[in-house]
């Protein structure tokens, strides 16, 4: 949904009265007050899923170069209009919409662009404006919502069945009868004498304006000598009112997915408007949006509680041993660290809250205890103060249990990025937070919010800990929980780096880079060019080498890397060629150039893994993404052998899972031929197309393998006919026949993947095998675009949340086996269902036997777990 921000405010200022609309500052508010009331509505009725609204940047635009009189008629703005645009973008900030503007260009434009965008991603696309210039962007993939004369609370929808019948011509034409009548709203004069039905006549009679311009000499009458005399008029008009379509824009259609409602920032700027009901409203959409949204009173929840100073010796130990005793499921804590190691703690029970100050002469020995002790610990964002800790010698012992990740299991979807949003969202309270601008002149005025903190994670944490489901409540406290703190281990160890191999082969991926737009200038003649330029590129396709068209775009021709790869295939030529090369080197030289800079001064690369990065509960890899280097192509190959063993670590040892979310599918499924194929150690992927073509197993070639591979994985993720077909570059027909056959011979194959989208949509949401949940409310969205992501990622939810909750339980038990044993070697790396250790020399035997006892007894399922072992002195050659 696409909507003109300064024409619906217009109309929202229009329709409602000023007065009724001031804010105790003296700011007018209507224009502010109906938009967000139309949005609220819209918001409820067309339930979009992508949302963003476009404002003009200022009264000129390249139309004015070209014609200066334009919109020159309109009246001077009414003060009471003035700075009401200003707020409205920062109210929209807060509710999680996305706007644009963008200097010479109108809002109009910007709403073309991203419409037809949307339609070229397959996205239905509702336009909401109040500009007749807007209709030109009707069909079928695009709606047009019209404001009536009573404002924006009535919203007229235009599709081009209503165009038709409003104006006797298709959207497309519109443009053509609005140059011939002219609009007085842009002072564009029209044709004496020519109104809408004689236009729609002439459009209907010549086809289009161009062809009525070339006849002009066949129109009759007085009508046709003031077209003939002013025909002019209408050229300019027509140059003038089409929208453009190719707009530079910061964000594409995919980028305006609606973000989190900001409800701090929402409390902030509906109470300076001093929009009360506007504000439950919102609010109100937030619970329903992104999850446990309390509205309650904002008072001062620190009144009563009792903040104890800075606690030691015996004070301190009274203090913890009744917080402890009267708080069994763990008390609150912030650790604040500096140069020297830790400096302060907060730690608080429900009811009170003391600061440990780390200072000479403080006897703090009961908090040492404490804090290394099996007794858990609740945090927000706990992860990196635990690699504080680690890094300054302050172990931090037992279970931590992360509010933040106990949101996130919540609502996936709609995690606090920040404590104050935590305690908004579940608590309904303001974090009482230091002014910045102030210094403070007693210490107690800045060190009391350590202290206060904690309480407040303390409490936060209970109350999203109380909003989980019973089944899901075992995945906070017996794998998310414990994994932080290992996790904090391995991103603290990390692991080494062969420098001098990656800055080699970042320098043969740079010569690579030009050797490669060398090939591809010299296929076409030499002339050079921006080769990152779709609109060049088509140039140099489509016109100089005037090769087959691609999917047609509105802007063109498709460009991108699927669309070059089959024109490639149909039609090869050495340009296609070095740029799909180009293309790969310039992304390998890019990766390796990340890996080089996150080098640290240890020699070695420490990632950071993102516990609530991914919905279905596999953990993400950022600073540097780790998860993203190919593992099959020579180049990303060579990559690997820069990650390597060092000091008195003389080896890596790989170790993954084999076909796991197959063998979750079996499991799931209780496909009793699938099942028993796992169970007798076959070969799968044969055995499954020995079925499928109706050979024996050791008749199935290597190109009937890859297809029922393709094909199994593909069921996992929705895959369809038309999909697969292009995956293997067969037939759809083939594909769909491929389908067919694996059903047949695998039907709980099939009803499993009917009946679990059934299902999720019913309960609204998925599960996986361990309790994790992902709601889905899109899979009842009246949007086709969202509805049908939604299912595909409600087939795969179940299946890839098992796989990660499997690899999360086996790192658990990995870690504890690794205590246990005494062994020295290490757990390095996660990445997707392989884990990567450092072995100290001699303890490769017992890793092994440790690891794959962990792994293959991380889930008890209806197949074994396959566990494939390796080893190296780097990354590569630990592989298998």
Do not use: C
């Not at 038709?164 to 609005?178: D, I, R, T």
């Not at 504000?279 to 937030?286: G, H, S, T």
């Not at 919540?410 to 606090?416: A, D, M, Q, S, W």
């Not at 800055?503 to 490669?516: F, I, M, N, R, S």
Request: proline share 4%.
């Amino acid at each position: 949904m696409v909507i003109d921000g300064h024409s619906l405010a217009f109309r929202a200022f229009y329709a409602l009265p000023v007065d009724s609309f001031v804010n105790s500052e003296g700011q007018h508010t209507n224009a502010i007050h109906g938009f967000i009331s139309m949005l609220l509505s819209l918001m409820r009725d067309e339930n979009p899923s992508h949302v963003a609204v476009a404002f003009d940047a200022g009264s000129q635009s390249f139309r004015n170069e070209e014609y200066p009189e334009y919109k020159g008629g309109r009246e001077e703005t009414p003060p009471e209009f003035r700075g009401q645009i200003e707020l409205l973008q920062e109210s929209l900030d807060a509710m999680g919409i996305t706007w644009m503007q963008k200097d010479n260009f109108e809002a109009d434009d910007i709403l073309a662009t991203l419409a037809s965008q949307g339609e070229d991603q397959g996205f239905d696309v509702v336009v909401v404006s109040g500009d007749r210039d807007a209709i030109q962007l009707v069909n079928e993939e695009t709606t047009l919502l019209y404001p009536s004369v009573q404002g924006v609370s009535k919203l007229t929808r235009y599709t081009p069945e209503t165009v038709f019948e409003k104006y006797g011509v298709a959207p497309s034409q519109y443009p053509e009868l609005a140059a011939m009548v002219g609009e007085k709203a842009d002072n564009l004069p029209g044709i004496p004498k020519v109104g809408p039905k004689t236009a729609a006549k002439w459009i209907a009679q010549f086809g289009s304006l161009e062809e009525i311009l070339a006849n002009d000499d066949k129109l009759t009458g007085k009508v046709g000598e003031s077209f003939r005399e002013h025909r002019e008029n209408a050229i300019r008009n027509r140059r003038l009112n089409r929208l453009l379509e190719d707009v530079e824009l910061p964000k594409r259609p995919e980028d305006l997915v609606i973000r989190p409602i900001d409800v701090d920032a929402v409390r902030e700027v509906f109470t300076r408007l001093q929009f009360r009901t506007l504000q439950d409203r919102v609010l109100k959409l937030a619970t329903e949006r992104d999850g446990a949204i309390v509205t309650a009173d904002t008072t001062s929840a620190l009144d009563g509680l009792g903040i104890k100073g800075a606690l030691d010796g015996d004070g301190l130990a009274d203090w913890l041993g009744a917080a402890v005793s009267a708080t069994a499921d763990g008390l609150g804590l912030v650790l604040v660290f500096g140069e020297g190691g830790l400096v302060e703690a907060g730690v608080a029970s429900r009811t009170e809250a003391a600061r440990v100050v780390v200072q000479e002469g403080a006897d703090l020995a009961a908090f040492w205890e404490w804090l290394e002790s099996d007794a858990p610990k609740v945090m927000f964002e706990a992860k990196p103060q635990l690699k504080r800790g680690i890094l300054a010698g302050v172990r931090v012992g037992g279970t931590v249990f992360d509010a933040k990740i106990a949101a996130f299991l919540v609502n996936p979807t709609g995690v606090p990025k920040r404590l104050s949003e935590l305690v908004q969202q579940y608590l309904g309270e303001t974090l009482p937070e230091a002014d910045p601008n102030q210094l403070a002149t007693l210490e107690e005025e800045t060190t009391d919010f350590l202290a206060s903190d904690a309480w407040f994670v303390k409490r936060a944490a209970d109350a999203a800990i109380g909003r989980l489901p019973e089944a899901t409540k075992p995945v906070f406290a017996d794998i998310e929980s414990p994994l932080t703190s290992v996790l904090a281990g391995m991103e603290t160890t990390g692991i080494a780096m062969d420098r001098e191999l990656l800055e080699t082969l970042a320098k043969e991926q740079g010569e690579h880079v030009t050797e490669y737009e060398n090939e591809a200038f010299d296929a076409v003649g030499g002339e050079r060019f921006n080769l990152a330029s779709p609109k060049q590129l088509q140039t140099v396709l489509f016109e100089q080498l005037e090769m087959p068209k691609t999917r047609r775009t509105k802007t063109g021709y498709s460009t991108d890397a699927q669309s070059l790869e089959e024109l490639e295939l149909k039609n090869p030529h050495p340009f296609l060629g070095a740029l799909r090369r180009h293309r790969d080197a310039s992304k390998l030289k890019q990766m390796m150039e990340s890996l080089l800079k996150a080098i640290g001064e240890d020699g070695r690369i420490h990632t950071t893994y993102l516990q609530t990065g991914a919905a279905t509960g596999r953990l993400a890899s950022t600073d540097p993404n780790l998860q993203n280097i190919p593992i099959r192509s020579p180049e990303g190959q060579r990559i690997r052998e820069a990650f390597v063993a060092d000091g008195e670590y003389v080896e890596l040892l790989t170790a993954d899972y084999s076909q796991i979310e197959m063998r979750i599918m079996a499991h799931l499924s209780g496909d009793e031929s699938l099942i028993d194929a796992f169970n007798r150690g076959e070969d799968t992927h044969r055995f499954v197309g020995s079925r499928v073509f109706g050979v024996e197993p050791g008749e199935v070639s290597a190109e009937m393998r890859t297809k029922v591979k393709a094909m199994s994985y593909g069921l996992v993720y929705g895959l369809s006919a038309f999909g697969l077909s292009k995956q293997l570059g067969i037939p759809q027909s083939e594909a769909k026949e491929l389908m067919t056959g694996y059903f047949e011979r695998f039907g709980r194959v099939r009803d499993y993947l009917r009946e679990s989208v059934a299902k999720a949509r019913e309960d609204g949401y998925t599960e996986t095998i361990f309790g994790r949940r992902r709601p889905f409310p899109d899979l009842n969205s009246n949007n086709r675009v969202a509805r049908q992501n939604a299912e595909r990622a409600a087939l795969n939810a179940p299946i890839q949340g098992s796989a990660a909750d499997i690899i999360k339980l086996a790192m658990l038990d990995v870690a504890e086996r690794l205590r246990q044993e005494g062994l020295r070697s290490r757990m390095l790396l996660q990445v997707h269902d392989e884990l990567v250790f450092e072995v100290v020399d001699g303890e490769f035997d017992a890793l092994e036997g440790l690891v794959r006892t962990a792994m293959a007894g991380a889930a008890d399922l209806s197949v074994p777990l396959d566990v494939s072992v390796g080893r190296g002195k780097n990354w590569q050659t630990a592989g298998h």
